[in-house]
């Protein structure tokens, strides 16, 4: 399985109303692990659910035997927001290891969902209002301080304000966005190309897609030399687009062409 092959089977996973996460996040790392074996990692969120039957007993399992923690070393390292990798490496960021949390619980009968705070993704058991820092060892923590962690995260100042609005459920869709966002950086900054074209096409089959996600993209495609696949892809577009962002597709698809002259 290569990117291109990843993306379709992602577009398949999320082709139903609610996706399985376990298999929707596996099938997003495939597009860099051409070799991975979901099956394998279903069975290893199982293994690790066997015997938990709490919440107490899921936090024991993952983030005491099981050595689970947050990557605070190299946050930024790709691994980090691969399913497979973090459950291979016992590492990951905030958001990956939310969702081995979210997907033994669920296997244990310990319902937990995920909260999309910005700047730091945190879990809670369904419908109460106990957070788990799962990058600190999945200790709970009160409302202050993730309040801390908010604003140490984005450096929003004390004119931001805080509260339940930014502690809400965070749906499987919005979570899948999240880790592709993350890789999206990742990927930019170490000037990856093509781990950033499975990334974007990714994106584009999720809600909230931008103009400037469809320009990434083509301008991902062509830093690998395929400068007119780039092109098409802004042009196929157009007839859909309105007309501010029909011309910036138009003038994006012309400066890709004209490398070729």
């Given at each position: 399985m290569d990117g291109v092959d990843a993306v379709a089977r992602f577009g398949r996973v999320l082709g139903v109303p609610e996706p399985p996460l376990d298999r929707a996040a596996l099938t997003l790392a495939s597009g860099a692990d051409p070799s991975l074996d979901i099956g394998r990692w279903l069975r290893e969120l199982d293994r690790?659910?066997?015997?938990?039957?709490?919440?107490?007993?899921?936090?024991?399992?993952?983030?005491v035997e099981e050595g689970f923690g947050g990557n605070a070393g190299d946050y930024s390292d790709p691994r980090n927001s691969l399913l497979h990798q973090v459950l291979a490496r016992r590492l990951g960021i905030p958001i990956t290891l939310a969702v081995v949390t979210?997907?033994?619980?669920?296997?244990?009968?310990?319902?937990?969902?995920?909260?999309?705070?910005?700047?730091?993704?945190?879990?809670?058991p369904t419908g109460t209002g106990r957070y788990l820092d799962v990058f600190a060892g999945g200790v709970e923590i009160g409302g202050a301080r993730c309040e801390e962690l908010f604003r140490r995260a984005t450096g929003a100042g004390a004119d931001v304000p805080f509260g339940p609005?930014?502690?809400?459920?965070?749906p499987t869709r919005s979570i899948l966005v999240?880790?592709?966002?993350?890789?999206?950086?990742?990927y930019r900054a170490r000037r990856r190309p093509v781990d950033l074209e499975w990334v974007l096409r990714m994106r584009?089959?999720?809600?909230?897609v931008r103009l400037a996600d469809v320009l990434e993209l083509a301008e991902s495609i062509g830093d690998q030399g395929r400068w007119i696949d780039g092109a098409t892809l802004l042009e196929q577009r157009i007839p859909a687009a309105s007309a501010a962002h029909a011309e910036r597709l138009r003038t994006a698809a012309r400066s890709l062409r004209a490398h070729l002259n």
């Open positions: 690790l659910a066997t015997g938990v039957t709490s919440l107490d007993g899921l936090r024991h399992r993952l983030f979210i997907e033994v619980g669920r296997r244990a009968g310990v319902p937990i969902e995920g909260v999309g705070m910005p700047g730091h993704f945190l879990v809670r609005h930014l502690l809400t459920a965070t999240r880790m592709l966002e993350n890789l999206r950086a990742v584009l089959l999720l809600p909230g």
